[in-house]
């Protein structure tokens, strides 16, 4: 027996309750592993040198030889 549903249904339907438990649960201390830290640390380190990132100075010498 095939049942239809009249209307579609809804798969990544998040509630707002559940949206502010995820929130909180994602804040606190617990809910991040060592992992998270580290690569939370290592991307932090990756986007400080990619925004203050300075352009290196071509020296004239490499032209000379040639």
Do not use: T
Not at 23 to 35: G, H, L, M
Not at 40 to 65: C, F, G, H, P, T
């Amino acid at each position: 027996m095939w049942f239809w549903r009249k209307q579609p249904m809804l798969k990544g339907y998040i509630s707002d309750l559940d949206l502010l438990r995820l929130r909180d649960f994602e804040q606190s201390p617990e809910a991040r592993s060592a992992n998270a830290l580290a690569e939370k640390k290592k991307y932090d380190v990756i986007m400080l040198l990619r925004d203050n990132a300075q352009a290196e100075q071509v020296s004239k010498q490499i032209w000379e030889d040639l």
